[in-house]
T-cell receptor, first 110, second 112 residues
Framework: GQNIDQPTEMTATEGAIVQINCTYQ??????LFWYQQHAGEAPTFLSY????GLEEKGRFSSFLSRSKGYSYLLLKELQMKDSASYLC???????????FGAGTRLAVHP | EAQVTQNPRYLITVTGKKLTVTCSQNMNHEYMSWYRQDPGLGLRQIYY???????DKGDVPEGYKVSRKEKRNFPLILESPSPNQTSLYFC???????????FGDGTRLSIL
């Protein structure tokens, strides 16, 4: 079957580092996206991994292991504005169907 | 400004009354999709389109129709809405296979 799992909620302290994990089982895997979604707003793109390894973009990094069906999003130097839901999404069976996880709600505290 | 525009943003209506949610993008993207977002379930794909006159079902197509007569527009039609279609709906577009989706601001539908 097709499934994407990520933790429901996480909390972290301002200035710290947090890692949000995502495991997936999809047919015909072709890449994995991470999106950020603030409450009541549309998702916005953070990163895309298609090959194994780490992709770094400023305070945000994303890692993919295709053999393990595993990805993580790493957020450094956390800021209050990073409080949001983080959505993991993977292609399934080609490039038309994108399967989303239920999202991880991150709360950053002072 | 590059954007995906959905209308209406909010709608409260009654069971059985046909409604259409419009979606328009100004980026000349080929791929467009409709999603619904429900608490605890995340975003689920309803329909997608790879180009004009080319559409296909996503994971939850029952009760919905779409059309793609022009590249920029991808309306979502609920012929006979029911309460279980109460949800937050997002339209999205992307330029190509490996490109990220650009989402509209969402449409919150309440079917009474």
């Amino acid at each position: 079957g097709q499934n994407i799992d990520q933790p429901t909620e996480m909390t972290a302290t301002e200035g710290a580092i947090v890692q949000i994990n995502c495991t997936y089982q999809t047919s015909g895997f072709n890449g994995l996206f991470w999106y950020q979604q603030h409450a009541g707003e549309a998702p916005t793109f953070l990163s895309y991994n298609v090959l194994d390894g780490l992709e770094e973009k400023g305070r945000f990094s994303s890692f993919l292991s295709r053999s393990k069906g595993y990805s993580y999003l790493l957020l450094k130097e956390l800021q209050m504005k990073d409080s949001a839901s983080y959505l993991c999404a993977a292609f399934s069976g080609g490039y038309n169907k994108l399967i989303f996880g239920a999202g991880t709600r991150l709360a950053v505290h002072p | 400004e590059a954007q995906v525009t959905q209308n209406p943003r909010y709608l409260i209506t009654v069971t059985g009354k046909k409604l259409t949610v419009t979606c328009s993008q100004n980026m000349n993207h080929e791929y467009m999709s409709w999603y619904r977002q429900d608490p605890g379930l995340g975003l689920r794909q309803i329909y997608y389109s790879m180009n004009v006159e080319v559409t296909d079902k996503g994971d939850v197509p029952e009760g919905y129709k779409v059309s793609r007569k022009e590249k920029r527009n991808f309306p979502l039609i609920l012929e006979s809405p029911s309460p279980n279609q109460t949800s937050l709906y997002f339209c999205a577009s992307r330029a190509g296979a490996h490109q990220p989706q650009h989402f509209g601001d969402g449409t919150r539908l309440s079917i009474l």
